[in-house]
C-alpha cells in the first residue's frame, strides 16, 4: 500500500545574499493517513521549511512530495495550515474569518444557508460559537489560535498542518487547546504534522515524532513511534513510566546528541 | 517642626478624603456653623469639576498660551512697523467682521464675497484631487503589486515628483488654452504622488502571513483584492489621501494668483494689487483654518479604518 502523504528525497536550498543556504537535505518521510505527526527540533532547524514544502508555500529544490499519489504544487485547499501567529484577518469578525476559507472551498457546489452552517459548525467545534461576531482585537490569544484551527478544519482538509500553532500561549491555555485538539483529531480523522518545540507537546499529542538535526543541511535524525494508547489522558500519563521513557528519548535526542552549541 | 508637617499633613487628609467617610478633625480646621455640610468643591460633583476643570487647563493651557504670544508678537510687529506698516491684530479683526458681515455678495467675475472664493478653491481642490485619487489609488494599487509595472514607473515618477507644482502650470495653460482646466491640472499633477506612493507602499506592505492565508486559501485574484489587500492597504491609503489634500490646498493658493478669475488665491493677489493688506492677512488666516479643518476631519476619517 501506497503512502498517503510521501517525502522522498526532499532538499531546500535557499539563494541568500550570502550565497547558496542548505536548509534541508535528504529528507524521506511517510506518513498513514490519519496520523498524526509532531516534528521537532532546535529552533532553526528547517521544521517550519519542511512544514511549508508540504503546504506548497514552498518548492522543493531536489525531491518530491506526494500526496496521494499526487505531487504537490503549490498551495491548495485540501491543506490547511494554521499559522503560528493565528494570521486572522483583522477586519472580519471570528465568523467572517472562517466564512472566507469555507466559502473558497464550497462556495461553487454549496447553499449560502449551507456554507452559514457549516461556518458555525466549525466553530462550534473549537467552542467559539458566544465569540461568533467579535472582531480578532477583541479575543484573547487563546481564542484567536482556535479560530485559526476553526478556519483550517472548516476546509475538511485531507491534512491539516499546524505551525508551532500554541507557540505563542500561556502554559494553561496551551494545555485546554491541546486537549481540544485532540478531540478534534480523534473526531475528524484528519491526518496532522505538527511543529512543535514543546517535548511534553509532542509526547501527548502525536502518533510519531520526527526530530530533525541542526541546520543547515537538516535532515531526519530519528522517528519515534508514540505507542501509547488513545484517548490520552495528561494528568494519567504523568505517573505513565512509559511515557516518561518516550519523553525522556526525545530529550536525549535533542540535549544530547543535537546539543545545539551555545549561540 | 514635626508638629507642623503632621498638621499639613492632616490637612491634607482631609481635603482628599471622600466625603462619606467622617471627616474627624473637620471641626477644629473649619469654623463653619454648619460642621456637618462638605464644602460644594468636595462634594461628589464638585470634586468631578474640580478634575475636569483641572485637565481642561493642562490641555488647553499650553495652546492658549502659544497664540496669545502669537497675536502679542504680531502686535509688536505691527507697532514697530509703524503706522503705514503691517497692520495689527485689532484693525484686522475689524475687517474681518466687515469682509464676513457679506460673504456670499457677487458683483460680477471679478468682485465676490469671501464665501465664494473660498467655495471656488475647495472646488478646484476637489475635482483636482478627486481625479488624482481616481488615477492615482489604481495606479498605486498596481505598482504595489507588480513589481515589472513598479520598475516600469519607478524612474518617470522618481523625474517628475519633485518638480514644483506651479511648473506645470504653463503646460496646462498651453495643452487646455483655458485657466481653470490648467489649475486643476496642477492640483491633479501635485496631489497624485503622495496618493500614489502611499497606496503603492501599503500593498507592498501588506502581512506576508496575510498573503500566506490567501495562498493557502488559493484566493481568487479579486477576492485577494476585496478581502484582503484592499482593507489592509486602506490605512496607507488614507495617509496619501491626507497628504494629498494637504499638497492640493497648498497649491491651490498659488495657482489661483496666476490664473486670476476667482478663488482665495485670486482675491490674496487682487487685495495686494488693492493694497489692502488687512485683507491678505485674513486670507493668510482662513488658509491656514480651512487646511486644518481638511486635515482634522481626515483624520478622524481614517481613525475609522484603523483597523488592530
Same mark, same amino acid.
Given at each position: 500500500?501506497?503512502?498517503?502523504?510521501?517525502?522522498?528525497?526532499?532538499? &531546500?536550498?535557499?539563494d541568500?545574499?550570502k550565497?547558496?543556504?542548505?536548509?534541508?537535505?535528504d529528507?524521506?518521510?511517510?506518513?498513514?493517513?490519519?496520523?498524526?505527526?509532531?516534528?521537532?527540533?532546535h529552533?532553526g532547524?528547517?521544521?517550519?521549511?519542511?512544514?511549508n514544502?508540504?503546504?506548497?508555500?514552498?518548492e522543493?529544490?531536489?525531491?518530491?512530495?506526494?500526496?496521494n499519489?499526487?505531487?504537490?504544487k503549490?498551495?491548495?485547499?485540501?491543506?490547511?495550515?494554521?499559522?503560528q501567529?493565528?494570521?486572522?484577518?483583522?477586519?472580519?469578525?471570528?465568523?467572517?474569518?472562517?466564512?472566507?476559507?469555507?466559502?473558497?472551498v464550497?462556495?461553487a457546489?454549496?447553499t449560502?444557508?449551507? @456554507?452559514?452552517?457549516?461556518?458555525?459548525a466549525?466553530?462550534?467545534?473549537?467552542? /467559539? *460559537?458566544?465569540?461568533?461576531?467579535?472582531?480578532?482585537?477583541?479575543?484573547?490569544?487563546?481564542m484567536?489560535?482556535?479560530?485559526?484551527?476553526?478556519?483550517? @478544519?472548516a476546509?475538511?482538509?485531507?491534512?491539516?498542518?499546524?505551525?508551532?500553532?500554541?507557540?505563542?500561549?500561556?502554559?494553561?491555555?496551551?494545555?485546554?487547546?491541546?486537549?481540544?485538539?485532540m478531540?478534534?483529531?480523534?473526531?475528524t480523522h $484528519?491526518t496532522?504534522?505538527?511543529?512543535?518545540?514543546? %517535548?511534553?507537546?509532542? %509526547?501527548?499529542? !502525536?502518533d510519531?515524532?520526527?526530530?530533525?538535526?541542526?541546520? =543547515?543541511?537538516? *535532515?531526519?535524525?530519528?522517528?519515534?513511534?508514540?505507542d501509547?494508547?488513545r484517548?490520552?489522558?495528561?494528568?494519567?500519563?504523568?505517573?505513565? $513510566?512509559?511515557?516518561?521513557?518516550?519523553?525522556?528519548?526525545?530529550?536525549?535526542?535533542?540535549?544530547?546528541?543535537?546539543?545545539?552549541?551555545?549561540? | &517642626?514635626?508638629?507642623?508637617?503632621?498638621?499639613?499633613?492632616?490637612?491634607?487628609?482631609?481635603?482628599?478624603?471622600?466625603?462619606?467617610?467622617?471627616?474627624?478633625?473637620?471641626?477644629?480646621?473649619?469654623?463653619?456653623?454648619r460642621?456637618?455640610?462638605?464644602?460644594?468643591?468636595?462634594?461628589?460633583?464638585g470634586r468631578?469639576?474640580?478634575?475636569?476643570?483641572?485637565?481642561?487647563?493642562?490641555a488647553?493651557l =499650553?495652546?492658549?498660551?502659544? &497664540?496669545?504670544?502669537?497675536?502679542?508678537?504680531?502686535?509688536?510687529?505691527?507697532?514697530?512697523?509703524?503706522?503705514?506698516? @503691517?497692520?495689527?491684530?485689532?484693525?484686522?479683526?475689524?475687517?474681518?467682521?466687515?469682509?464676513?458681515?457679506?460673504?456670499?455678495?457677487?458683483n460680477? =467675475?471679478?468682485?465676490?464675497?469671501?464665501?465664494?472664493?473660498? /467655495?471656488?478653491?475647495?472646488?478646484?481642490?476637489g475635482?483636482?484631487?478627486?481625479?488624482?485619487?481616481?488615477?492615482? #489609488?489604481?495606479?498605486?494599487?498596481?505598482?504595489?503589486r507588480?513589481a515589472?509595472?513598479?520598475?516600469?514607473?519607478a524612474?518617470?515618477?522618481?523625474?517628475l515628483?519633485?518638480?514644483?507644482p506651479?511648473?506645470?502650470l504653463?503646460?496646462?495653460?498651453?495643452?487646455?488654452?483655458?485657466?481653470?482646466?490648467? !489649475?486643476?491640472?496642477v492640483?491633479f499633477?501635485?496631489?497624485?504622488?503622495?496618493?500614489?506612493?502611499?497606496?503603492?507602499?501599503?500593498? !507592498?506592505?501588506?502581512?506576508?502571513?496575510?498573503?500566506n492565508?490567501?495562498?493557502?486559501?488559493?484566493? !481568487?485574484?479579486w477576492?485577494?483584492?476585496t478581502?484582503?489587500?484592499?482593507p489592509?492597504v486602506?490605512?496607507? +491609503?488614507?495617509?496619501?489621501?491626507?497628504l494629498?489634500?494637504?499638497?492640493?490646498?497648498?497649491?491651490?493658493?498659488?495657482?489661483?494668483?496666476l490664473?486670476?478669475? *476667482?478663488?482665495?488665491?485670486?482675491?490674496?493677489?487682487?487685495?495686494?494689487?488693492?493694497?489692502?493688506?488687512?485683507?491678505?492677512?485674513?486670507? #493668510?488666516?482662513?488658509?491656514?483654518?480651512?487646511?486644518?479643518?481638511?486635515?482634522?476631519?481626515? +483624520?478622524?476619517?481614517?481613525?475609522?479604518?484603523?483597523?488592530?
Open positions: 500500500m501506497h503512502p498517503y502523504l510521501h517525502i522522498e528525497n526532499a532538499s &531546500m536550498v535557499f541568500t545574499k550565497g547558496k543556504f542548505v536548509a534541508l537535505s529528507i524521506n518521510l511517510k506518513v498513514e493517513q490519519g496520523e498524526f505527526i509532531a516534528l521537532i527540533g529552533s532547524c528547517g521544521k517550519s521549511t519542511l512544514l514544502l508540504v503546504a506548497g508555500l514552498l522543493a529544490t531536489d525531491g518530491v512530495l506526494l500526496l499519489d499526487r505531487e504537490i503549490g498551495p491548495g485547499p485540501e491543506r490547511a495550515m494554521v499559522f501567529s493565528h494570521s486572522l484577518l483583522p477586519w472580519l469578525t471570528c465568523f467572517g474569518n472562517v466564512h472566507l476559507a469555507v466559502e473558497r464550497f462556495g457546489t454549496e449560502k444557508k449551507q @456554507l452559514k452552517a457549516r461556518t458555525e466549525a466553530l462550534e467545534l473549537v467552542h /467559539l *460559537t458566544h465569540a461568533m461576531h467579535k472582531h480578532p482585537h477583541e479575543i484573547s490569544g487563546g484567536k489560535q482556535r479560530v485559526g484551527i476553526a478556519r483550517a @478544519l476546509m475538511e482538509p485531507k491534512v491539516l498542518l499546524m505551525d508551532e500553532p500554541f507557540g505563542a500561549l500561556d502554559a494553561l491555555t496551551r494545555a485546554s487547546l491541546q486537549d481540544e485538539l478531540r478534534i483529531v480523534q473526531e $484528519a496532522t504534522l505538527m511543529v512543535t518545540h514543546d %517535548v511534553d507537546e509532542a %509526547v501527548l499529542l !502525536s510519531r515524532i520526527v526530530m530533525l538535526t541542526n541546520g =543547515p543541511a537538516a *535532515t531526519i535524525g530519528e522517528v519515534l513511534s508514540v501509547l494508547p484517548p490520552r489522558d495528561r494528568l494519567a500519563l504523568a505517573e505513565d $513510566a512509559h511515557y516518561h521513557r518516550l519523553r525522556h528519548e526525545v530529550l536525549e535526542f535533542l540535549y544530547q546528541k543535537q546539543l545545539r552549541k551555545a549561540a | &517642626m514635626s508638629a507642623v508637617t503632621l498638621n499639613e499633613g492632616s490637612l491634607h487628609d482631609i481635603i482628599t478624603a471622600p466625603d462619606s467617610e467622617p471627616l474627624p478633625a473637620a471641626s477644629t480646621v473649619r469654623k463653619s456653623p460642621p456637618h455640610a462638605t464644602p460644594w468643591l468636595q462634594t461628589e460633583t468631578a469639576f474640580g478634575t475636569a476643570l483641572g485637565r481642561l487647563c493642562r488647553g =499650553p495652546p492658549v498660551i502659544g &497664540m496669545g504670544l502669537f497675536v502679542l508678537l504680531w502686535q509688536l510687529v505691527s507697532v514697530s512697523s509703524g503706522d503705514q506698516g @503691517l497692520p495689527g491684530p485689532a484693525r484686522t479683526w475689524e475687517a474681518a467682521r466687515a469682509l464676513f458681515a457679506d460673504p456670499f455678495y457677487d460680477g =467675475p471679478n468682485d465676490q464675497g469671501i464665501g465664494w472664493n473660498i /467655495l471656488h478653491s475647495l472646488y478646484r481642490v475635482a483636482g484631487f478627486g481625479l488624482a485619487a481616481l488615477v492615482g #489609488i489604481p495606479l498605486g494599487f498596481m505598482i504595489g507588480f515589472f509595472l513598479s520598475g516600469m514607473l524612474p518617470v515618477i522618481s523625474l515628483r519633485p518638480v514644483s506651479l511648473a506645470w504653463p503646460i496646462g495653460l498651453y495643452v487646455f488654452k483655458e485657466t481653470e482646466p490648467a !489649475s486643476l491640472w492640483i499633477i501635485s496631489s497624485i504622488w503622495p496618493i500614489l506612493l502611499n497606496t503603492a507602499a501599503g500593498v !507592498s506592505r501588506v502581512p506576508q502571513d496575510y498573503l492565508v490567501a495562498r493557502v486559501l488559493n484566493l !481568487s485574484e477576492k485577494i483584492f478581502r484582503i489587500l484592499f489592509s486602506l490605512p496607507h +491609503m488614507m495617509t496619501g489621501i491626507r494629498s489634500i494637504g499638497v492640493a490646498w497648498l497649491v491651490i493658493v498659488a495657482a489661483e494668483m490664473t486670476g478669475g *476667482t478663488g482665495l488665491g485670486f482675491w490674496v493677489w487682487d487685495e495686494w494689487n488693492n493694497l489692502n493688506v488687512e485683507h491678505i492677512l485674513i486670507a #493668510i488666516f482662513i488658509v491656514g483654518i480651512v487646511g486644518l479643518l481638511l486635515e482634522q476631519t481626515l +483624520m478622524l476619517l481614517a481613525r475609522r479604518f484603523d483597523y488592530a
